[in-house]
């Protein structure tokens, strides 16, 4: 009877080895696939005072720069997006959303090169009353977003 005992205690012990190196290793494969994607939003602000570094791909936001698109050779196009405290560049190549234009609230994915935040993904917002969140907290840090639901 002693014997098993040892033997059920032994088995025990391998089914919480086995069970913790499962979920080891299904943490650690969680954590590679989540690894690109994963993109930290800034407001231009952030982006001017602290630069990301070479390669990081991040998400940025604010309004487009009345005035600063400039559309380039085929689906190429420029423009600056503004917090109204600081502007950033951009150019992207691609169809743009059919809401973007100047004065709305936009998000684009990418990473900076020679000073010019070169998008990979632009979004825009869906309807004249929606902004993503990211960029109403960046415009209210600079005290310049106006809620216009606020007294309703």
């Known amino acids: 009877m002693a014997g098993m005992k040892g033997l059920k205690k032994q088995r025990r012990i391998q ?12 943490t650690g494969l969680i954590g590679y696939a ?9 407001s231009p602000t952030q982006v001017v005072e602290d630069p990301p570094r070479i390669g990081e791909v991040f998400r940025i936001g604010g309004l487009v720069e009345e005035g600063s698109i400039v559309r380039g050779q085929g689906e190429t196009i420029s423009f600056r ?9 951009v150019t992207y190549t691609g169809i743009l959303p059919d809401l ?8 684009g994915t990418g990473a900076m090169q020679d000073g010019t935040f070169v ?25 310049v977003y106006k809620d216009d639901k606020a007294g309703s």
């Open 15 to 26: 089914v919480i080895v086995l069970a913790f190196v499962a979920l080891a290793g299904a």
């Open 119 to 143: 998008a990979t993904e632009i979004l825009a917002k869906h309807d004249e009353t929606y902004m993503p969140s990211e960029v109403i907290d960046a415009l209210k840090e600079q005290g």
């Open 34 to 42: 989540m690894k690109d994607g994963i993109n930290f939003f800034r």
């Open 100 to 107: 973007f234009s100047e004065g709305t609230g936009m998000v």
């Open 81 to 89: 997006v503004t917090d109204t405290n600081e502007t950033v560049p």
